[in-house]
Nanobody, 124 residues
Framework: QVQLVESGGGLVQAGGSLRLSCAAS????????MGWFRQAPGKEREFVAS????????DYADSVKGRFTISRDKTRNTVYLQMNSLKPEDTAVYYC?????????????????WGQGTQVTVSS
């Protein structure tokens, strides 16, 4: 059973930090790029960040660039999203996802495995 399990969400004050983790199990994600997406209440799911298989390249949405950092630990089959200087508008359910091609992508349709999501709430 292929699975992605997110953790690390919670409630934080504006200006604070959180680190999300996404642990993969059930298959080797060798060669796969990984991504983080988020969905706020009443809004469509949107791209946040993506990292390629080699961890040489990362892509970020403009809204999080300079505040969020995506990374991966291949030995632990885990991807992280370090979120700093959080704002109330970052409040959303955050999802991690995997795609077979090794390069980054902003397109949700190119990701074939999704986690269940973790809630991030930023209070003002």
């Amino acid at each position: 059973q292929v699975q992605l399990v997110e953790s690390g969400g919670g409630l934080v004050q504006a200006g604070g930090s959180l680190r999300l983790s996404c642990a993969a199990s059930g298959r080797t994600f060798s060669g796969s790029a990984m991504g983080w997406f988020r969905q706020a209440p009443g809004k469509e799911r949107e791209f946040v960040a993506s990292i390629d298989w080699a961890a040489f390249s990362a892509d970020y949405a403009d809204s999080v660039k300079g505040r969020f950092t995506i990374s991966r630990d291949k030995t632990r089959n885990t991807v992280y999203l370090q979120m700093n200087s959080l704002k109330p508008e970052d409040t959303a359910v955050y999802y991690c996802a995997a795609r077979r091609p090794p390069d980054t992508s902003r397109m949700m349709s190119t990701y074939d495995i999704w986690g269940q999501g973790t809630q991030v709430t930023v209070s003002s």
